[in-house]
DNA sequence: ATGGCTGCTTTGAGCAGA
């Protein structure tokens, strides 16, 4: 099974490139981050049309997750948000059960900065997914958390870490709050297959930074130990960030055996 | 380099992303 997921920044103005790479990429399920779309208007039937069934979890403007998966696979047990969450509350996490494989698609604040409130905001919103994942599920059982995490765990992880020492995405306080989620047992799925450097997954629009290749690796795929001992390779695709007015993230595709 | 791109929004300047 290939399980895939790609921060889109927006599926309706990506449907054009997301339907090509899904052609392409053939990934058996594809988890979205910033959908950017109430449920309503979501392109359901275009992604039908190009065989994936959608469950989704989205809101008008901002943020906005899905879990889609090929026809004839079944999409079950879907769970919308977090146990901790407001009634109004940002819509940032969805799960399911796919294939007998727990699939958690989560979209991380952003943070913005470390003056801002949405800083804490990020903290205390690591804080409630990893109580989250600690109520619901067992490091024993094959769970894999997938998504745009906004964090960058090692220097290793940034093309200019100098630049970007102590800024929001690299503090130790947001890595902390990832690490817990390892610690509680989950592995870094890209690093066991591609310790080398020079890897991200998102790059700034600006100062053309993709030409550069001055990224981030902020998108991950945290695997318990016994789906990783399935998992034969993790992969960056950096072909859709090539396109003209991509998403800025690349999607990170997961081969399990 | 506090700009620089891009997508969104009661359509156009401001917010948000990272």
Redesign the pocket.
Known sequence: MRIASW?V??????MEQLTAWLARAAPDVICM??T??EDALFPVQALEEVGYKCAIFGQ????GVCIGARFGLAIEDVKRGLDSDEPDAQRRVIAATIEGVRIVNV?V?????LDSP?YPFKLDWLSRFHAEIATHYKPEQELMICG?F?VALETVDIAEPKRWEGQ??CTEAERAGVRKLLDWGLVDAFRQHHPEPGLYS?W?????AFAKNKG?R?DLALLTKALAARCADVTIDKRPRELN??S??APVVVEVK
Not at 60 to 63: D, E, L, R, T
């Open positions: 921060n920044n927006s599926v309706r103005s990506r981050q910033e950017k779309v008008k403007s901002y943020n979209y604040p952003n943070g913005e900065a949405k745009d906004n929001v995405l998102w700034d629009y600006r100062m053309a981030l902020i007015r991509p800025d993230h």
